[in-house]
């Protein structure tokens, strides 16, 4: 057994948290990101995960990979990439396993469709919707809405992809739900970067999902192997292992592959990050939100690797004609339930009918994005069928 890393001293410390919205008595057993962990895992939005797909929909075979699965895969990755810069563990799973969380049914399709419908009411983006189901959207507990996660892990969450805010940002503008948060309950200070636990579960997604739509483009036959023998990284492990490996099946080829390609890809994040540890020299986890820059990353190298094969899969898989006519039809059913509830909130489920009937503009249309926005794949097209279709029953 290798010895145990101890704990950087950048690293987000629970006995150093600044707490939860609602105060409760600590567990005996449990960290407070541990409890993070475990109140993700429980919640049902988590649950739903396993019905809402990345690139393919539910009934189009049951080995892609959904949302959940892909969730546990981050969250692997993201443990061990902490574990070997001494990083807290159990926070970075807990914003692994939740970065998803506000993704709707159909993947990427049906967010642009939920999109495009909430444009004159601020939007939709599955970012704020994340939050707003850890902080709003999940009622279990008696005493608060939300799941009363630390500051730590609402904040990695919030800018898990950089500020939201100043010359690092990206966007045009804070998202409502987080600027009214930050406003009225406790300020994220979305001008700053996240703590390092934070950039781990952000770049352990993008080592996740493209390496494994790879897998799952090569099996559903979107583009065959040998096209990827001229990619970089891709290409280099593909003939190394074909090489070693002549007569391998395909299957155990890809596999082998893949599983390379994730090596390599965090073995580059840790040297990296590393290096840039020794630059910065951090001396706790506040000081790496003040930087001018991300602590963990990726090399200038392994940047246009990664960028070389997002396009790849863009042009390749995410454009397929396959995947645009399954697109296009899911594109339908988000918008025509968004119409159809918008204009008819009595069709709604009693639970959230009565409350859509009290309101009116933006307020109704956000709450029928989030009514959507919870659905899986399969679930929106039983409802569309129920609302659309006259041969289909309300049973």
């Given amino acids: 057994m290798p010895e145990p890393i101890p704990a950087a001293s950048f690293a987000c410390r629970p006995d150093e948290t600044r707490g939860r919205d609602y105060p409760e008595p600590e567990s005996p057993t449990r960290s407070c990101f541990q409890r993070d962990r475990d109140r ?34 981050v969250a692997q990755i993201a443990r061990s990439i902490s574990r070997s810069l001494g990083l807290n563990e159990d926070l970075a799973e807990a914003m692994a396993l939740a970065h998803d969380l506000g993704h709707t049914c159909f993947g990427h399709a049906g967010e642009d469709a939920l ?57 045009d503008a804070v998202p409502e739900t987080i600027a009214r948060y930050c406003r009225e309950v406790r300020d994220l200070e979305v001008d700053t970067f996240a703590g ?22 090569l099996r559903a036959g979107l583009f065959p192997l040998e096209e990827l023998r001229d990619l970089p990284l891709v290409g280099p492990v593909l003939a190394e292992v074909s090489q070693r490996y002549p007569t391998l099946e395909e299957s155990r080829l890809i596999h082998e592959t893949i599983r390379r390609m994730i090596d390599l890809m965090v ?24 930087l001018d820059r991300p602590l963990v990353a990726f090399s200038d190298e392994m940047r246009q690797n990664d960028r070389a094969l ?14 645009n006519r399954m697109t296009t039809k899911a594109k339908r059913v988000v918008r025509e339930l968004f119409d159809h509830y918008l204009e008819r909130p009595d069709c709604l489920p009693d639970e959230w009918r009565a409350e859509a009937e009290e309101v009116r503009g933006v307020a109704r249309a956000r709450l029928v994005a989030d009514y959507i926005a919870g659905m899986t794949d399969r679930y929106a097209l039983v409802e569309h069928a129920k609302n659309f279709d006259l041969r289909v029953g309300n049973a």
């Fill in 40 to 73: 993700i895992v429980h919640a049902a939005a988590f649950r739903r995960l396993k019905y809402k797909t990345q690139v393919f929909v539910y009934h189009e075979g049951d080995y892609y990979r959904t949302r959940l699965t892909h969730s546990i895969e």
């Fill in 267 to 290: 073995t580059d994040l840790l040297q990296e990050t590393r290096s840039r540890v020794g630059a910065h020299a951090p001396g706790s986890a506040e000081e790496v939100r003040l």
């Fill in 115 to 171: 999109n495009k419908a909430m444009q004159p009411y601020g939007g939709f983006d599955h970012n704020e919707q994340t939050f707003r189901i850890l902080t709003l959207l999940e009622r279990r507990y008696a005493e608060f809405d939300g799941l009363n996660l630390t500051w730590e892990t609402l904040e990695g969450i919030v800018k898990h992809n950089g500020p939201l805010t100043g010359p690092a940002s990206r966007n």
């Fill in 310 to 323: 997002r396009d790849f899969l863009f042009q390749r898989m995410y454009r397929h004609y396959k995947v």
């Fill in 196 to 217: 390092a636990e934070a950039q781990v579960a952000a770049l352990a997604d993008d080592i996740a999902y493209n390496n494994h739509d790879i897998d799952d483009g």
